[in-house]
């Protein structure tokens, strides 16, 4: 009897769904399966919360269906979440508070205790950081005694038996964690109640466990997967692009800019909002700026964009000079919350203004990667690009004019395909580099 082909699976766990890839050895996705998530909470200004167990319905979900699907046997899943949503469980893994979504931003005050003495480029700092979080529920916590902080993805990993207290080394960024060191810093002694709560830190895409017998039983899956270290949603989806050498770049066309660069060594730059992720012996470095997709939908549909931008030639510049922004502020590639938008004189047809917009945005995305190498990362050798201005063949044209370098729509577009080549790459040492 012949027997079952492997395959890997990655599971992406995001704000209002769940999505589950296979892939088999060669990198070929052979199942998915989806779940959408009830909308988050929010019972007071700035609060974005969830409930734990939701997200474990919409894993096991989609679990199952691939297990269903899938035409070989499961080997590895990995797992990625949203970066610095967190919550606290006990020992048992069972929830102590309710979840703070990636956007609650009610730690303000706790953000300003944490300026005080971490440095000036951690990712810590800020009201948005799992830190600031771990601060706030831990004073509205009431008598209950937490055992563990947790991300999404570190919660998850758990109730599927890699155990509670592991978390991988992009998630623990904006926790505190150091990753050059590869160690949590001295400075957090500073709260005597945190250190305890911290998990135990592996490397991503290392093995953290083996599934528990009786969730295997329950989803249809072999009692020998095991679970591998993942990542934030933002570099899975950055790994499934088609991102591979020192020197790739990804560029997210949606509602805002947001870079990201392979680099041999780690970059930060708070003033910019620069920060770096480990993935083995590289660094993943970027930056997001306020232009972007928001600003085009100020002044036309999606549909109006496709049309008019049949009318634009791309390679004739205008020249208009345009810095395209949604609002008042900027932060990276330029650090100046004062900056107002420049998208003034209006040409006479709206494709001239199109075009106009599209090639101040490119500008942006050049000044970006300007900044990331003058901060000591390289310059793109080549940009994948994702969102959905990715699909923009025109704008595609103006972006590689003005970058200077090949510029191509990514292989992959789902965040789990990204995680599910980390899980791949775990047991097979002639896979690709993730």
């Known amino acids: 009897m012949r027997a079952r082909p492997d395959c890997y699976v990655g599971v992406d766990l995001g704000t209002s769904g769940c999505r589950a890839i296979a892939i088999d050895r060669d990198g070929s996705s052979i199942a998915e399966a989806r779940a959408t998530l009830p909308p988050s909470g929010h019972p007071a200004p700035g609060a974005s919360e969830q409930d734990p167990q939701d997200w474990w319905l919409a894993v096991t979900r989609v679990l199952a269906g691939v297990a269903e699907q899938a035409p070989g ?17 006990d020992k048992h893994g069972t929830p102590c508070s309710t979840a703070l979504m990636y956007d609650d931003s009610r730690a303000r005050d706790q953000a300003q205790r944490i300026e005080a003495v971490a440095p000036a480029d951690s990712p810590a700092r800020g009201a948005g950081s799992a830190l600031a979080k771990l601060l706030y529920l831990l004073e509205h916590s009431g008598k209950t005694r937490p055992a563990h902080a947790l991300h999404q993805a570190d919660w998850i990993a758990g109730r599927l038996g890699a155990g509670y207290g592991i978390a991988d080394e992009n998630n623990v960024l904006k926790l505190g ?36 017998a009786a969730v295997a039983g329950s989803l249809g899956l072999p009692d020998d997967v095991l679970l591998v270290a993942g990542t934030t949603d933002s570099n899975a989806a950055t790994l499934a692009a088609g991102i591979s050498r020192t020197g790739d770049a990804v560029t997210s066309l949606g509602s805002t800019l947001v870079l990201k660069i392979y680099s ?11 920060y770096s992720h480990r993935i083995g012996d590289r660094w993943l470095a970027g930056g997001a700026s306020n232009s972007g ?8 549909s999606d549909a109006q964009v496709a049309a008019l931008s049949e009318r634009i030639d791309p390679d004739r510049p205008l020249g208009m000079d345009y810095y395209p922004l949604p609002g008042i502020g900027e932060r990276f590639p330029f650090n100046d ?63 590689e004019r003005v970058l200077g370098v090949p ?24 896979a690709k580099d993730a």
């Not at 060594?265 to 910019?272: D, E, G, K, L, R």
């Open 264 to 274: 041999e060594h780690p970059i930060a730059a708070a003033q910019f909002g620069v």
């Open 337 to 399: 919350p004062d900056r107002r938008p420049r998208m003034q004189p209006r040409p006479a047809t709206d494709h001239a203004f199109l075009q106009a917009l599209l090639e101040g945005i490119a500008a942006i995305e050049a000044a970006g990667y300007r900044r990331l190498a003058q901060l000591g990362a390289p310059y793109p050798r080549r940009v994948w690009s994702s969102g959905g201005g990715a699909r923009n063949r025109v704008w595609q044209q103006i972006r």
């Open 293 to 300: 997709g928001a600003v085009l939908r100020q002044f036309f």
């Open 177 to 212: 964690y150091d990753p050059v060191a590869r160690k949590w810093p001295d400075w957090l002694s500073a709260w005597a109640g945190v250190a305890p709560l911290l998990p135990e830190v592996c490397p991503v895409g290392s093995v953290t466990g083996r599934i528990a």
């Open 407 to 430: 510029v191509e729509p990514a292989i992959h577009s789902e965040a789990a395909y990204g995680a599910a080549l980390l899980a791949r790459a775990a047991v097979v040492s002639d």
């Open 73 to 89: 046997r499961i080997r590895t899943i990995s797992i990625d979440g949203t970066s610095s949503t967190l919550l606290l469980c």
